[in-house]
């Protein structure tokens, strides 16, 4: 027999129950990185399940040249009858000389690949031989082993820190933000650093391969995404020090984080307050339509994209919700602290899953909205209960001032939706 949960698990002592978890892996972080880096390619080392995971996801593009692919694992390879290394050898020459705009190739290793040991680290370090200076390879897990999709994120840019060069000893001071974001987001992020005068300021993972900035001690660093635990330790050890702040998603959120950026550089607060103030009230604006909608609304996380607690932080402080549970795959105390801090007491969290106890605690709290991943959402659909997939605040533009009104506006949605195919009988 279950124990029943406890009513209130905190971020200390979070609710932990291990069992069937619903999620994606991390290969389906490929879908934005390769959108945002437009002269890498992914090459997947996999089985057909994989490259059946990633053309539905994604979408099979029939005229544009894709920048990514699976490198077919088949019976063979797993018979151990042929040399995979020479296979892999050979697919990634035919690839490279059919494409030259490529200029960085990122191998990705999958379930299979982990299950057979193929050492893909080595295999990147051997094809760098052959292929450097004009073409680098390098190499990352996005396995769903070992990985949830926003995590496939997390272990690319701890590889790409790797090969970032290092800094100069009398290197100036350096900022850089981590974490895939809307170039849109991107250009006016840039903008106001520029305006508090923060220079040397660059975004991991660049939009060109070649743009990677030198890291070292001089470099401080702000996490854009909350799901960087392995960045951010690659990030550190290098020297990097990392500026603690929420997520700049909302008003508050995106205010707290460019404060922490501009009091780490010694950004006077007026000047702050002076450039800050016309986005602050433009976001407020745009927030306060969706509140008088959200007010009031009680919400169940479920653990899928390590965005829950600033979401549910945002709903709670600018919409008005009343959160019921955060689920996270995983909680990285220190990185979400900021985020713990502004959270109102007495919200269950918990962290890791099992899927069957959490749809019934679910269930049994009847909230007004579930955010969840999207193999629960039509479930729970059908059932008569409103839903928003998790994914959708990965792929969407929701960072920043000018996108918190779109970031309200996409947790309204599911309302307006349930309002549209309500029909009475
Ligand atoms: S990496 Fe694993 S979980 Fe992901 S699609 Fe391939 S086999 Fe499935």
């Not at 918990?350 to 269930?363: A, K, L, W, Y």
């Not at 792929?395 to 349930?418: C, K, M, N, V, W």
Request: aromatic fraction near 8%.
């Amino acid at each position: 027999m279950n124990a029943a949960p406890p009513s209130v698990a905190t971020p200390a002592a979070p609710l932990r129950q291990r069992g069937q978890h619903e999620v994606f892996c991390g290969l389906t972080s490929i879908i934005w990185l390769h959108r945002k880096m437009q002269d890498a390619f992914f090459l997947i080392v996999g089985s057909r399940t994989c490259a059946h995971l990633m053309q539905s996801a994604a979408g099979v593009m029939i005229f544009s040249e894709p920048r990514f692919a699976t490198a077919i694992i088949d019976e063979r390879d797993l018979a151990g009858m042929a040399d995979m290394n020479d296979e892999l050898d050979g697919v990634v020459a035919r690839l490279l000389e059919r494409r030259p705009d490529i200029r960085l190739l990122v191998l990705v290793g999958s379930c299979p690949s982990e299950v057979i040991k193929l050492d893909l680290a080595r295999a990147a370090e051997r094809l760098n031989g052959l292929h450097m200076p004009d073409r680098r390879v390098m190499s990352y897990s996005g396995s769903g082993i070992e990985t949830t999709f926003t995590q496939g994120e997390d272990n690319f840019l701890a590889a790409l820190v790797g090969s970032c060069e290092r800094e100069a000893p009398d290197a100036p001071a350096s900022l850089v933000v981590a974490g895939c974001i809307a170039d849109i987001a991107e250009e006016q992020f840039l903008r106001i650093f520029e305006a508090l005068g923060i220079a040397n300021v660059s975004f991991l993972p660049p939009r060109r391969s070649g743009a990677t900035p030198a890291i070292g001690p001089n470099t401080r660093f702000l996490l854009a995404q909350p799901y960087l635990t392995a960045a951010a330790s690659a990030l550190e050890a290098r020297g990097a020090a990392r500026i603690a702040a929420p997520f700049p998603l909302g008003e508050e959120g995106t205010t707290e984080w460019l404060r922490a950026a501009a009091d780490a550089f010694g950004v006077e607060a007026r000047k702050f307050d002076a450039i800050t103030a016309a986005g602050r009230e433009r976001a407020r604006k745009a927030v306060s339509r969706h509140r008088e909608r959200f007010q009031g609304k009680r919400v169940f996380l479920f653990p899928d994209s390590q965005l829950e607690p600033s979401l549910a932080r945002f709903m709670s402080r600018e919409l008005g919700a009343q959160i019921v549970e955060i689920g996270t795959p995983f909680l990285n105390r220190q990185i979400a602290a900021s985020e713990i801090d502004l959270l109102p007491k007495g919200i269950r969290w918990s962290e890791g899953q099992d899927v069957d106890r959490q749809i019934d605690r679910c269930r049994e709290a009847a909230p007004d909205l579930i955010i969840c991943g999207m193999g629960l959402a039509n479930p729970f659909e059908a059932e008569g209960r409103t839903t928003k997939w998790s994914i959708e605040f990965v792929f969407s533009p929701i960072h920043g001032y000018e996108q918190a009104g779109d970031l309200g506006e996409l947790l309204t949605r599911p309302f307006a939706r349930r309002d549209v195919l309500t029909v009475e009988v």
